[in-house]
Structure formats: structure tokens, C-alpha cells
């Protein structure tokens, strides 16, 4: 699966519990290759200079989605140069594709939640120190050439793929001479599902679900809306079941604009 993404479109960041729960239900069938895409949509390529137009992407993004982006950060704290993201998270992989994983969670979460502006030194660094990288060795790759070749072969495959919008998802079958299937946007859980089993040409059976805080230690940080999507619970049943983690010490609770976030206590 090539899983093609921008760490600031809001899209991107929409799609993440589909991925969680493709990932938890069929991941033995299939391996995702991040490929950082630069700039796609005309709403992000047009618009870094109308940072109202760009808040009110935001805001609507997140209340139809409900992973929730907090807009103001192009009215409080504009990100200055969006394609040294990209670049950052190709300097990440130079550690291993899981590192840049993530990586790229970890600036999503600093740009969508907190309002960083992840185009900044000092803001990808910390960002760096919390996906537990060498810190040292991402700081000597970030303008590397190898970080720059990298994120070019990105860009190449995507357009060779002729990816024209973001997020957007190819299905291959390395097993097969038939021709991958492209996704373009965001789509129903079941999509992605009827779209990998018709590659798959069969129909798997979902593996079981971990139990829920082996599921939120696998991934350290989670929002109310994944786990309800993972869980096939509502928002509301996800939400009363991390306070149960809560009050066991197990999570602490990160209010965001729209829902909650829960960082794993080790």
C-alpha cells in the first residue's frame, strides 16, 4: 500500500483510523509505504497566503471528520515553509521507514493540535526527541543530500503514479501483473476493504482486536475518534471507556478542539 500524504493536510490526518484499522484487521497482507507528496490539492497549493481561507479548511475538516485540527495556527502562528515538513520527515526515515512513521505522527500531532509551526528548527527537533530518534544524526540529515534525493523519488512517484490529490492511497499485488488500484481522497471504512480484498482476490477474515490499552500502547498517542473507529464503537462509548483507562493511570487525557487525544503512561 503506497499512502501518499502531505504532514499538513488535514485530509491526510483524517484518514489516519482508517490506516489504524486497516493495519489491526488485515496488516498481514500488506506493508505501507508513506510517500510524502508535497503540496497536491488547490486548496494547499493555492492558498498559504490566505490564512483565513486556510483556517476555515481547517475548522471544516475536523468537524466532518472529527480528528480534530485547530485552524488558528495560520492566524497565531503561520507555517512559514510547509515543504521543510516533508523534507523532515525523509531525514527521519534515513532512520528506518518505522521511525518516520512515527515521525510524521509526531508533527501532525505538534502542527494539528498544538499549534506549532512545523517548518521550524527548533519545533522539528523536539519533534525528533519525542519519536525517540538520534537527535543528533536527524539534526546533521535534515538539509542532507540523502534526505533531498529521497524526498525528490518521492515526489517523482507521484507523479509517475499520476497522484494528483491528497490523500490517496494505490493498492498493489506484488503476487499479481495486474494493475494496482488507486483511491483518491477520503473514503467509508469499507471502501478501503472492498478495494484490498478485490487485490487480495480473496476475502480474509479481520483479525481480532487487541485489547484497548494494548492498542493505545502500541501507539503512544491516540484520539477518541480512532479508537472509536478501530472499536467500531461511537464517539461517546470510546470517550467513557479511555476515562476507565484514565482513572487506572494507564493514559492522561490531552483536551483538543474537537474530541480528545490520550498519550500512553508507561
Known sequence: MYVF???LCPECWSL????????????????IQPIVSGHLNHLNKDQFDKP???????EKTAK?????????IWIDNPI????????AVKAAELQGKKAGKVFLRRIQENAFLNKLNISEKDVLLQCAEEANLDVNEFENDLYSASAKKAFQCDLKLTQEMEVDYIPTIVFFNQ??????????????????VRVLKEILQKSPIPSEKPPLEDFVAMYGSIAT????VVYDWTVAKAEKEMKKLQLKRKVSKLPAKYGNFWNYLL
Open 5 to 7: 500524504v502531505d504532514p
Open 16 to 31: 489516519e483510523p482508517y490506516i489504524k484499522k486497516l493495519t489491526i484487521e488485515y496488516g498481514r497482507f500488506f506493508t
Open 52 to 58: 483565513i481561507k486556510l483556517r476555515d479548511i481547517w
Open 64 to 72: 466532518r471528520t472529527g480528528m480534530s485540527c485547530d485552524g488558528d
Open 80 to 87: 512559514s515553509s510547509p515543504w521543510i515538513a516533508s523534507l
Open 175 to 192: 503476487m499479481s501483473d495486474d494493475q494496482g488500484i488507486k483511491i483518491s481522497g477520503l473514503y467509508p471504512y469499507d471502501i478501503y
Open 225 to 228: 475518534k480512532e479508537v472509536a
